[in-house]
């Protein structure tokens, strides 16, 4: 069984999120998903929570109920896709800290898996939510790496001025919402 | 609230599949993957099944019970990942028919699926598991298209020879178990 502190809001009380036009991080990035599909640009699908089932009934031939079942810790990222041919993969994190994000946010596996994309050609990284802010960074996975390697002697966040430097400010707009394939372009030119 | 058939037995009693080696084609295509990716040669991964979360108690600080929650229709395939920088998605099947694959066992929006990733430059394909021949077949989307556009004015399955004849059958071995890469491989060769 897994502490899982986010997950209270997120499925039993509706998200009280003002900021950034009143929408959840996750949804946003939906919209943008969407957005890229119907358009016929990118194939990127946010993957269902893992969940371990235990008990399950069955009151109609038709419909079975979960009665019994637990959060498991996700063993890769929130998002993979397909863009321009490439293998696309990341996750998405929303901090209140005005100041840096915590490293405490990532599962190390999460960051290895990461890691492995990249060896094995894909494109990965973070998008980072800073809600104080209202803005939204892609940080490639190579600092993420970085500073997870300092934080093993040291900080154990990344601070949000080096956010601003090591990464990608993602410019809001309405349709679509969180437009990280603009930057993906720029990575891709780049590699 | 969906028809989910096979679920039952998938989570309520433990599979009684005595064929192929006594092991579900699920746990025979997660011990794959796994191979795979412990050899980094691939990072292919099984997604979760999608639920809709409805209840959760917290009985205490550190663990979440989820008390009531449905099987969701899956809006994509089963399986994605990356092979040689190539972005994979497939879906997996078994079937007790002897002499064809019904094509009820698949919706109509993971067909979409599958041809919108052959659209983006991807890999996407079916693996037919037939209990009674103990083979199991690599169909590429291509076919699978094909055989989706004749049912529409006839025969609602597709045959077992005709798998054959337009299939990989994928040799059985130990480890891997389902070395369906290595068919992959012909495609990439061929593409």
Redesign the interface.
């Known amino acids: 069984?897994?502490?899982?502190p986010n997950?209270?809001s997120k499925?039993?009380t509706k998200k009280t999120n003002h900021s950034n036009r009143g929408m959840s991080f996750e949804n946003m990035i939906n919209e943008t998903n969407e957005y890229y599909l119907v358009h016929?640009i990118?194939?990127i699908?946010k993957?269902?929570?893992?969940?371990q089932?235990v008990?399950?009934d069955?009151p109609s031939?038709?419909?079975?109920?979960?009665?019994?079942?637990?959060?498991?810790v996700p063993?890769?990222t929130d998002y993979?896709?397909?863009?321009?041919?490439?293998?696309i993969?990341f996750e998405a994190k929303e901090t209140v800290n005005k100041t840096s994000f915590p490293l405490s946010n990532i599962h190390l596996h999460q960051i290895e898996?990461l890691q492995?994309?990249e060896?094995?050609?894909?494109i990965s990284f973070l998008l980072i939510f800073f809600k104080a802010h209202d803005e939204i960074y892609l940080l490639e996975t190579k600092h993420i790496i970085n500073f997870y390697n300092r934080s093993k002697d040291g900080r154990k966040s990344i601070k949000y001025e080096e956010i601003k430097e090591n990464g990608y400010l993602i410019k809001e707009g309405y349709s679509p919402r969180v437009d990280y394939l603009k930057i993906v372009d720029k990575i891709l030119l780049r590699k």
């Open positions: 069984m897994i502490n899982y997950k209270k499925f039993v016929d990118a194939i699908h993957k269902p929570i893992p969940i089932i008990k399950v069955y031939r038709s419909g079975a109920v979960i009665k019994e079942a637990y959060y498991k063993s890769t993979n896709g397909i863009y321009k041919g490439k293998y993969d898996h492995s994309i060896k094995h050609q894909g």
